[in-house]
């Protein structure tokens, strides 16, 4: 009986913890509204980020096709394996995410009038925002698509190290990046890439939140 009770509890427990509708929304919203917002910042400051962001970023610096459009072309092949691998509920989670990135990206710079920014500021509190915003989203079953889904992918079908494959990506983008970007922009991109992943690695670890959506 008492192991009927105690199951019944844990059962309830997790109900109550599971994340309603509007709050998935509110969360999606808000989450994307920061990445997009710590993007404006490194945009304006010439600067990167990791993954298909900074690429994204990357080829705008180069080629001027502009952030928002580049970073949800550059993200559909990758929707297969988030449907594969996440279910379709958060496939499409993931795909309004970008979405709402790529368009929020796109209007920041007209909503938050930047006259001037401090490089060393923009990747600091860029990266402390994007991580933010991140956070917000990962805790509601949503992310930003991206190269994460292919290492996993490698790592469980060939036995290549996710991290190695994420960092062989950063690297590479960082070493393109060599070629246009001065090299006290190539360190801020990096120090913002550590604060973007400090913020995660102190909040986002398995057991410290239990919602679910």
């Known amino acids: 009986m008492k192991m009927r009770a105690l199951s019944r509890n844990h059962a309830d427990e997790a109900s109550a913890e599971r994340h309603r509708l509007h709050e998935d929304i509110i969360a999606l919203v808000i989450g994307t509204l920061l ?40 993200n559909i092949p990758f929707f297969i394996p988030a449907l594969r691998r996440l279910g379709w509920q958060a496939t499409l989670r993931t795909v309004v995410a ?16 930047l006259d001037a920014i401090a490089p060393l500021y923009a990747a600091v509190f860029g990266g402390a925002v994007m991580g933010v915003g991140l956070l917000v989203l990962f805790r509601h079953r949503t992310g ?12 469980e079908r060939f036995g290549l190290r996710a991290g190695y494959v994420l960092l062989g990506v950063d690297l590479a983008i960082l070493a393109a990046a060599a070629a246009y970007l001065p090299l006290d922009r190539i360190a801020l991109s990096v120090l913002g890439a550590g604060v973007l992943n400090m913020i995660l690695a102190l909040n986002h670890r398995p057991g410290r939140y239990r919602g679910m959506s």
């Open 35 to 74: 990445v997009a917002l710590g993007l404006t910042f490194y945009a304006e400051a010439g600067i990167l980020t990791s993954g298909l962001a900074g690429l994204s970023l990357l080829i705008d610096y180069v080629w001027g096709y502009g952030f928002a459009l580049v970073f949800f072309v550059i």
């Open 98 to 113: 970008i979405a709402l990135v790529s368009g929020f990206a796109h209007f920041t710079p007209q909503w938050v009038r």
């Open 144 to 155: 930003l698509g991206g190269v994460n889904l292919v290492a996993i992918d490698l790592q």
